[in-house]
C-alpha cells in the first residue's frame, strides 16, 4: 500500500531550538517527494521538494531510501515558522499526503 | 491575484441536495486537480485532468461525484444526492506539466468547505 505516516499531529519547540519533522513513506516506484505548508489563514503551498535539494527558510530534509524516510529539519526554529507541516509523496501531481503535523514555536 | 480560485468558499446544504464547486486554476497551467480534507487529515486526490481530458480518477469518487474542466480552463466538481459524509473542504491546484519535465509543484487554492446536514 501506498502511505506516508507522520507520527506526531503537534511538535512544540522553543524559539532558536532545533526542529526535525518525521516522515516515512511506503510507495511501489520512484516517487517525487515534498513538505506542504499551511500558514494560519493561508493556502497550502510547496515548501521544498527532494529533487531541487533546496533549502527554504532554513529548512532541509534528507530522503534516506533505506529507512524510507523523509524528515524536515530546521537547526533554530523561528516563530513564524508555526504552521501544519504535511509530507507529501507521489510523481504526475497526483500526490499522497501525509495527515500533518502541526509546528508550535513558543517565544 | 492570478492564483487558483474556488467558489464558493462556503456551501452548507442539505442532505440529498447536489451541490456545484467551480474552480479557476492559474492560466497558464495545464493541469488541475482535485482532492478532499477532512478535519485532521491530509488532502486526499480525488481526480486530475490535463487540459480539457481527466485522466484519473480516485476510488474515493463514487458515482455521485462528477468533475469536467470543459474547455481545458476552469473545471466544476458536482456531488450529487449529498450525504453527511460528503462534509470536507474540497481543494482544487493546479500545475504546469511539460511532458517529462515536470515542476512538480501545486499551486493550490483556498478551498471550497462543504457541510452537509
Known amino acids: 500500500a501506498q502511505r506516508v505516516t507522520q507520527p506526531e499531529k503537534l511538535l512544540s519547540v522553543f524559539k532558536g531550538a532545533p526542529v526535525e519533522l518525521k516522515c516515512n513513506y511506503s510507495y511501489s516506484g520512484s516517487p517525487e517527494l515534498f513538505w506542504y505548508v499551511q500558514y494560519s489563514r493561508q493556502r497550502l503551498q510547496l515548501l521544498l521538494r527532494h529533487i531541487s535539494r533546496e533549502s527554504i527558510k532554513g529548512f532541509t530534509a534528507d530522503l534516506n531510501k533505506g529507512e524510507t524516510s523523509f524528515h524536515l529539519k530546521k537547526p533554530f526554529a523561528q516563530e513564524e515558522d508555526s504552521a501544519m507541516y504535511y509530507c507529501a509523496i507521489g510523481n504526475t501531481g497526483k500526490l499522497i499526503f501525509g495527515q500533518g503535523t502541526t509546528l508550535q514555536v513558543k517565544p | 491575484d492570478t492564483g487558483v480560485s474556488q467558489d464558493p468558499r462556503h456551501k452548507i446544504t442539505k442532505r440529498g441536495q447536489n451541490v456545484t464547486f467551480r474552480c479557476d486554476p492559474i492560466s497558464e497551467h495545464n493541469r488541475l486537480y482535485w482532492y478532499r480534507q477532512t478535519l485532521g487529515q491530509g488532502p486526499e486526490f480525488l481526480t486530475y485532468f490535463q487540459n480539457e481530458a481527466q485522466l484519473e480518477k480516485s476510488r474515493l469518487l463514487s458515482d455521485r461525484f462528477s468533475a469536467e474542466r470543459p474547455k481545458g480552463s476552469f473545471s466544476t466538481l458536482e456531488i450529487q444526492r449529498t450525504e453527511q459524509g460528503d462534509s470536507a473542504m474540497y481543494l482544487c491546484?493546479?500545475?504546469?506539466?511539460?511532458?517529462?519535465?515536470?515542476?512538480?509543484?501545486?499551486?493550490f487554492g483556498e478551498g471550497s468547505r462543504l457541510t452537509v446536514l
Open positions: 491546484a493546479s500545475s504546469e506539466w511539460a511532458g517529462i519535465v515536470n515542476t512538480g509543484e501545486l499551486f
